[in-house]
């Protein structure tokens, strides 16, 4: 079975700087990938990173970097010079099989921007 | 790129009575859709997946005569919370995926959810 994990039910941080999410998983595949949304309270899930357990490469997009330790089975999500905007909840979340279809989610960490 | 419209975003209706809430792929096929199911300040929880053309597959607690799903064309599902209680009221959110995309993580898009209240 697979299961992720967010131990931060509450994050803030202080407008343009930068906050780390963290995220550990669990699962038996031995590929897999490995997600992060965005959900702002109008309740869209908004797609930000990917990382595949086959990458070298932690992945980016654009202030999104997601440092990837596979052995420690840890994907957290570093939003750079955050924004007013980026106040939301943040979801980490995996697709079991590197093809698999559906999502396991975390519970989420509620990210606050302060001004 | 793939965009899933889902209806209505909102919706309120009386205890007992059904309600219908359609995802729609807009600009690709999807022989595959998903329904999600979050309440509030909690998670997204798999419901089921539906099948184009065949019946969908409900994850383990999700009652199948409750909540039926309807995937007759390759553009559209439907979910139909029959005789509503309060207890269904949820956030329900579908996700589909455009095969013609890279199948590792693209092409996965969420509708915008429907939050149904019963009162």
């Known amino acids: 079975a697979q299961k992720i994990t967010q131990t931060q039910p509450g994050m803030f941080v202080q407008e343009k700087e930068a906050v780390t999410l963290d995220c550990t998983y669990d699962t038996s595949d031995p590929s897999y990938g490995l997600f992060w949304y965005k959900q702002p309270s109008s309740g869209e899930m908004i797609f930000l990173i990917y990382?595949?357990?086959?990458?070298?490469q932690n992945a980016t997009e654009g202030r999104y970097s997601l440092n990837f330790q596979k052995a420690r089975k840890s994907a957290n999500l570093v939003i750079s010079a955050s924004q007013l905007g980026d106040s939301a909840m943040y979801f980490c979340a995996m697709r079991g099989g590197l093809y698999g279809q559906n999502f396991v989610f975390g519970p989420g960490t509620r990210l606050s921007v302060l001004p | 790129g793939a965009v899933v419209s889902q209806h209505p975003s909102r919706v309120i209706c009386k205890s007992g009575t059904s309600v219908k809430i359609e995802c729609r792929s807009l600009?690709?096929?999807?022989?595959?859709m998903f329904w999600y199911r979050q309440f509030p300040k909690q998670s997204l929880m798999l419901m089921a997946t539906?099948?184009?053309?065949?019946?969908?597959?409900?994850e383990q607690g999700v009652e199948k005569d409750k909540f039926l799903i309807n995937h007759a064309s390759l553009t559209l599902s439907t979910l139909t919370v029959t005789s509503a209680h309060p207890e269904d009221s949820s956030f329900y959110i579908c996700?589909?995926?455009?095969?013609?995309?890279?199948?590792?993580?693209?092409?996965?898009?969420f509708g915008s959810g429907t939050r149904l209240t019963v009162v």
């Open positions: 600009d690709f096929q999807a022989t595959t």
């Open positions: 539906s099948n184009e053309g065949s019946k969908a597959t409900y």
């Open positions: 990382q595949g357990s086959y990458d070298q």
């Open positions: 996700s589909a995926r455009d095969q013609t995309l890279d199948p590792t993580w693209e092409g996965y898009t």
